[in-house]
């Protein structure tokens, strides 16, 4: 009867112990893991966790989020993960206020929530094996029964006697030490607390060599990961509040999961209403309608920015560009989608306008320019008779003013084509010699109203073709010849040359003339530049000549180039790939 009440005695003292200590370790890791960012620093978390597995007879630690999901195991590739535990304590672990305790044949399970405020973020649960404790029970409970068998009665009562104080000594003893134990643990598990809050300045003070000792370590080194890879929750808060570009994250099935104050004063929805919609319901296709756009961020893990239009509450629309990147998990699996959008309704309006004028420029006045540049052409001809000198001086004046207005209007409309994408080209095959004859042709009578020759230095042998928009190609020319003349000195030349690569073949436009200044090379092919000095302010010219050249050739897969000295001339030139025969 006394073995029986000591082996009763004995097992509660222990299991009251055990669960203790359970207790201050799931108090310690719920209060760690409140930090909201934590669950990003897989190795952090790792690091912690496999610090309180290699305490004695801990057998097994689950992070659960708030689905009952593994999130972590304290293994370093988290075995489990994604896994569901179906027990009734973990079931209840998401639900419950408390510290759930289970005893089985070998463990003793405590399970308690992660919460923050009223949320629950998870639950963390504990394994502790009571194999141990049990054998040692056993053992004494075998050693009282010899003892009782072989003992005379005062023996026994003598045996019993001693070993009940040795008991009560025991128990006395596992207190102190349990205590001893515990103690740091629990005030690790306090400093935890602020942890969680964002609180990284807490200093604890011990100097043990243990496993407690080597738990202090990872807690100082936890804090300084945290200080150091982290962001505090306000931080965070204050960053995504002053953003002025509207910020969504979409769950992978397009429902809202957070958005910014700049999203609700964009589409006049309050936060609480988005989160409950999805993506797609405020976007107005207008083009694609079975475009899927979370499928493409998905499978290319970004996505350029996108001009769409969003409907706002009270259903007016609004002209948007956004963005999105895809956020994976620790194991690169899609997590959640971020999209950045930029109301773009001024540009989108200065857009219409541009294009308002530039209908206005094609159609008001590029017409009568071409009208009166044809009347001035016959009048300076002699078609109605001849002219006195000073009449004739002033329609060539007009006529040369004429041409170069047009030349404006005919830059402008194609800079408006290229910036818009609406520049279209005719690829044609091309004999390179041939076409250089008809470039020369074409400006030769342009070069010589500044007595300048044009030579062509054709050195290559056999027929050398490429694929090329000729008439774009022939603008290019006539662009660089024309700016060779006109910076050269009279009675001078302009060489015209080929040369072929092992890919591609090479155009060169070589003047002699007053060349580049060092000032200005950075700004050749900008638009609206020209060398600008006494020399050759009268030069005139759109200044939008070697830009539009630039993106033509580059249109074409090719390149353009040039090298200059100063009062030693220029030559500029242009690559274009070639056909191979």
Request: charge should be negative.
């Given at each position: 009867?006394?073995?029986?009440?000591?082996?009763?005695?004995?097992?509660?003292?222990?299991?009251?112990?055990?669960?203790?200590?359970?207790?201050?370790?799931?108090?310690?890791?719920?209060?760690?893991?409140?930090?909201?960012?934590?669950?990003?620093?897989?190795?952090?978390?790792?690091?912690?966790?496999?610090?309180?597995?290699?305490?004695?007879?801990?057998?097994?630690?689950?992070?659960?989020?708030?689905?009952?999901?593994?999130?972590?195991?304290?293994?370093?590739?988290?075995?489990?993960?994604?896994?569901?535990?179906?027990?009734?304590?973990?079931?209840?672990?998401?639900?419950?206020?408390?510290?759930?305790?289970?005893?089985?044949?070998?463990?003793?399970?405590?399970?308690?929530?992660?919460?923050?405020?009223?949320?629950?973020?998870?639950?963390?649960?504990?394994?502790?094996?009571?194999?141990?404790?049990?054998?040692?029970?056993?053992?004494?409970?075998?050693?009282?029964?010899?003892?009782?068998?072989?003992?005379?009665?005062?023996?026994?009562?003598?045996?019993?006697?001693?070993?009940?104080?040795?008991?009560?000594?025991?128990?006395?003893?596992?207190?102190?030490?349990?205590?001893?134990?515990?103690?740091?643990?629990?005030?690790?598990?306090?400093?935890?607390?602020?942890?969680?809050?964002?609180?990284?300045?807490?200093?604890?003070?011990?100097?043990?060599?243990?496993?407690?000792?080597?738990?202090?370590?990872?807690?100082?080194?936890?804090?300084?990961?945290?200080?150091?890879?982290?962001?505090?929750?306000?931080?965070?808060?204050?960053?995504?509040?002053?953003?002025?570009?509207?910020?969504?994250?979409?769950?992978?099935?397009?429902?809202?999961?957070?958005?910014?104050?700049?999203?609700?004063?964009?589409?006049?929805?309050?936060?609480?209403?988005?989160?409950?919609?999805?993506?797609?319901?405020?976007?107005?296709?207008?083009?694609?309608?079975?475009?899927?756009?979370?499928?493409?961020?998905?499978?290319?893990?970004?996505?350029?920015?996108?001009?769409?239009?969003?409907?706002?509450?009270?259903?007016?629309?609004?002209?948007?560009?956004?963005?999105?990147?895809?956020?994976?998990?620790?194991?690169?699996?899609?997590?959640?989608?971020?999209?950045?959008?930029?109301?773009?309704?001024?540009?989108?309006?200065?857009?219409?306008?541009?294009?308002?004028?530039?209908?206005?420029?094609?159609?008001?006045?590029?017409?009568?320019?071409?009208?009166?540049?044809?009347?001035?052409?016959?009048?300076?001809?002699?078609?109605?008779?001849?002219?006195?000198?000073?009449?004739?001086?002033?329609?060539?004046?007009?006529?040369?003013?004429?041409?170069?207005?047009?030349?404006l209007v005919n830059d402008i409309l194609d800079i408006q084509k290229i910036t818009s994408g609406k520049m279209t080209y005719n690829i044609v095959r091309i004999n390179i010699h041939d076409f250089l004859i008809d470039a020369i042709e074409n400006s030769s009578a342009y070069a010589k109203q500044y007595g300048v020759n044009l030579n062509l230095l054709d050195t290559e042998d056999g027929d050398i073709f490429i694929d090329a928009d000729k008439k774009r190609l022939l603008q290019v020319m006539a662009n660089l010849i024309s700016n060779a003349a006109k910076f050269s000195h009279k009675n001078s030349s302009v060489e015209i040359s080929l040369q072929q690569h092992t890919d591609t073949i090479e155009i060169s436009v070589r003047d002699y003339g007053i060349g580049i200044p060092s000032d200005f090379?950075?700004?050749?092919?900008?638009?609206?530049?020209?060398?600008?000095?006494?020399?050759?302010?009268?030069?005139?010219?759109?200044?939008?000549?070697?830009?539009?050249?630039?993106?033509?050739?580059?249109?074409?897969?090719?390149?353009?180039?040039?090298?200059?000295?100063?009062?030693?001339?220029?030559?500029?030139?242009?690559?274009?790939?070639?056909?191979?025969?």
């Open positions: 009867m006394v073995g029986v009440l000591v082996r009763l005695f004995m097992e509660k003292e222990l299991y009251h112990h055990m669960e203790r200590r359970g207790e201050v370790m799931v108090r310690f890791l719920s209060n760690t893991l409140i930090n909201p960012l934590y669950h990003y620093d897989m190795e952090a978390m790792y690091d912690l966790i496999n610090n309180i597995l290699r305490q004695e007879n801990v057998s097994y630690i689950y992070v659960l989020d708030n689905q009952g999901q593994i999130i972590h195991d304290g293994q370093q590739q988290v075995s489990k993960f994604g896994q569901v535990l179906s027990d009734p304590v973990s079931q209840k672990a998401n639900k419950t206020e408390h510290i759930l305790f289970q005893r089985n044949e070998d463990f003793l399970d405590i399970s308690m929530p992660i919460r923050l405020g009223d949320e629950v973020l998870g639950a963390v649960r504990v394994g502790l094996s009571t194999k141990q404790m049990v054998q040692n029970i056993n053992s004494m409970d075998d050693h009282l029964r010899t003892v009782t068998r072989q003992g005379e009665d005062q023996q026994l009562k003598l045996a019993i006697v001693v070993t009940i104080i040795f008991l009560i000594l025991g128990t006395i003893l596992s207190l102190f030490v349990a205590r001893k134990l515990t103690r740091p643990i629990k005030e690790l598990s306090n400093k935890t607390k602020n942890i969680g809050f964002g609180d990284y300045g807490q200093e604890l003070e011990i100097y043990r060599h243990d496993e407690i000792g080597e738990l202090y370590n990872s807690f100082h080194e936890m804090i300084n990961r945290l200080k150091e890879t982290t962001i505090s929750r306000d931080f965070l808060d204050n960053i995504f509040l002053s953003m002025t570009e509207a910020l969504f994250v979409l769950r992978l099935d397009g429902t809202i999961e957070m958005v910014n104050d700049a999203t609700s004063r964009l589409l006049h929805f309050t936060k609480e209403e988005l989160l409950t919609m999805n993506y797609n319901a405020i976007i107005e296709k207008v083009d694609n309608e079975d475009y899927d756009f979370i499928k493409d961020v998905i499978h290319n893990e970004t996505l350029p920015s996108i001009d769409t239009i969003y409907c706002d509450k009270e259903g007016n629309y609004i002209d948007v560009s956004f963005s999105a990147s895809l956020m994976q998990d620790h194991k690169n699996h899609p997590r959640s989608i971020v999209v950045l959008a930029h109301d773009i309704s001024d540009r989108k309006r200065i857009d219409r306008m541009k294009d308002e004028f530039i209908s206005t420029v094609n159609h008001e006045l590029r017409t009568p320019l071409t009208s009166m540049r044809a009347s001035l052409s016959m009048l300076s001809e002699g078609v109605t008779g001849v002219l006195p000198d000073k009449t004739q001086e002033l329609i060539n004046i007009a006529l040369k003013n004429s041409i170069q207005l047009n030349e090379k950075e700004k050749v092919f900008e638009r609206f530049t020209q060398v600008d000095s006494s020399s050759t302010r009268s030069i005139g010219g759109t200044g939008l000549g070697l830009n539009i050249s630039k993106e033509i050739i580059e249109s074409m897969g090719g390149s353009i180039g040039y090298e200059s000295y100063e009062d030693n001339g220029t030559r500029f030139f242009f690559h274009l790939p070639r056909i191979i025969q």
